[in-house]
């Protein structure tokens, strides 16, 4: 049983498009983020809800909009795609203050 | 705003050697936590620490956490090749506010047989 799953794996899309990933936990848990890994590796917090709330809302462009319609689910769609939006999308959740994360498996987003 | 840096970026050992990755925050720390990533995977808890110069083993690795809960150490001893990975610390502040993690740049490990 997957903790944290995410759709598609792989993504290919050509600029401007627009496209959307989706992201369930079946861990109970209160709170979802979606993270943003570059070709450095490194992990920018993109956004997080907590029970279906959004509660941070990091400097992201106001194409990627995230949408929570249960604390299960936190999906995230893109609009007009861009070259530099080409990387790895992490959706992961927890329990709760100071709980640890579990990552689901990635979206490797490649725009062309 | 708060910022984790972590050194080295890249470490390259022999097998069986030791390797040791340094974190530090910018803030006072409420916990703090690592994470392992396998080349193409993703980020896997490894643990917590919470309190003041706390430390903690799991097998072949050492955490500790700083006496001022601002910095942070992961110790491997005798690397093995299923070492390999990238590992993230990640700082979780103390002045309450929206719940998220800080991760470090990670430190990219690689083990030569």
């Known amino acids: 049983d997957t903790a944290v799953s995410q759709t598609p794996k792989y993504l290919v899309t050509q600029m401007g498009n627009d496209k959307s990933i989706k992201c369930e936990q079946n861990?109970?848990?209160?709170?979802m983020y979606w993270y943003k890994q570059d070709s450095k590796k490194f992990l920018k917090i993109m956004f997080s809800y907590n029970n279906k709330e959004l509660i941070i809302n990091e400097t992201v462009p106001n194409r990627f909009s995230p949408k929570s319609p249960d604390k299960a689910h936190l999906n995230l769609h893109i609009n007009s795609l861009e070259l530099g939006d080409s990387a790895v999308y992490f959706c992961?959740?927890?329990?709760?203050?100071?709980?640890?994360?579990?990552f689901g498996s990635g979206t490797r987003l490649t725009v062309v | 705003g708060q910022q984790v840096m972590q050194i080295p970026q890249y470490q390259h050992v022999q097998e069986g050697e030791d390797f040791t990755t340094y974190c530090n925050s910018s803030t006072t720390l409420s916990n703090i936590q690592w994470y392992k990533q396998r080349p193409g995977g993703h980020p896997v808890f490894l643990i917590q620490?919470?309190?003041?110069?706390e430390v903690k083993k799991q097998k072949r690795l050492t955490f500790q956490f700083g006496e001022a809960k601002k910095n942070s150490s992961l110790h491997i001893t005798a690397t093995q090749t299923t070492d390999v990975g990238t590992y993230f610390c990640a700082g979780k502040g103390t002045q309450g506010g929206s719940e998220k993690l800080v991760f470090g740049k990670g430190t990219k490990l690689t083990v030569n047989p």
């Open positions: 620490l919470v309190k003041s110069g």
């Open positions: 992961a959740s927890s329990s709760g203050q100071g709980g640890s994360y579990t």
């Open positions: 861990l109970g848990h209160d709170t």
